[in-house]
């Protein structure tokens, strides 16, 4: 029989950390929330303890708030130790976003697989024309075209107006 009590979500902790703050979630890990412009109103987004500095694990969308939170986190959280690396999991917006702009304001290394980095540079040169026409064929095929008009109306200006320019290295 079904047990409706797995069907609730559990959170490990009650609240999620301001934006600005990091929260300890495990040894070495620490929790931070980026913003977002959509429904899905912010990224979870990762600083782990490198030992003699921080990892960054994504980035957050490239918005003025997103710079300004990271500014205020590296004068305040992060101020004791120098950020050593960037690492993002994939090419998405909210995860590659401001990883040129970090790259270049902190002189640290890009850590992203080819296959990611490639998709982001194929999406940085993409028409929103191209991005619709492409978006709306896999929504479809995948029965997802009741989402179609609320992904449309979200996606603004396309993948390129959500990124900083890429860094030429990774």
């Known amino acids: 029989p079904h047990n409706r009590d797995n069907d609730v979500l559990r959170f490990p902790f009650a609240e999620a950390p301001a934006p600005g703050t990091?929260?300890?979630?495990?040894?070495?890990?620490?929790?931070?929330r980026m913003p977002l412009p959509f429904a899905l109103n912010h990224i979870n987004l990762w600083v782990l303890d490198d030992g003699d500095g921080w990892t960054l694990v994504d980035t957050g969308m490239?918005?003025?708030?997103?710079?300004?939170l990271w500014t205020e986190i590296f004068g305040g959280p992060l101020k004791a130790k120098?950020?050593?690396?960037?690492?993002?999991?994939?090419f998405h917006p909210d995860h590659l976003g401001l990883a040129g702009w970090?790259?270049?304001?902190?002189?640290?290394?890009l850590w992203i697989t080819a296959p990611e980095f490639d998709a982001a540079r194929l999406n940085m040169t993409m028409t929103r024309e191209t991005a619709v026409a492409m978006t709306s064929?896999?929504?479809?095929?995948?029965?997802?075209?009741?989402?179609?008009?609320?992904?449309?109306?979200?996606l603004g200006d396309g993948y390129k107006g959500r990124l900083s320019p890429l860094p030429a290295t990774f």
């Not at 120098?82 to 994939?90: A, D």
């Not at 970090?102 to 290394?109: S, T």
């Open 22 to 32: 990091l929260k300890d979630v495990a040894p070495g890990v620490k929790w931070l």
């Open 62 to 68: 490239s918005t003025d708030d997103t710079r300004r």
């Open 82 to 90: 120098p950020v050593k690396r960037l690492l993002c999991t994939h």
């Open 102 to 109: 970090l790259v270049e304001k902190l002189g640290i290394p």
């Open 137 to 154: 064929k896999i929504y479809i095929r995948a029965g997802l075209e009741w989402a179609l008009p609320t992904y449309l109306a979200a």
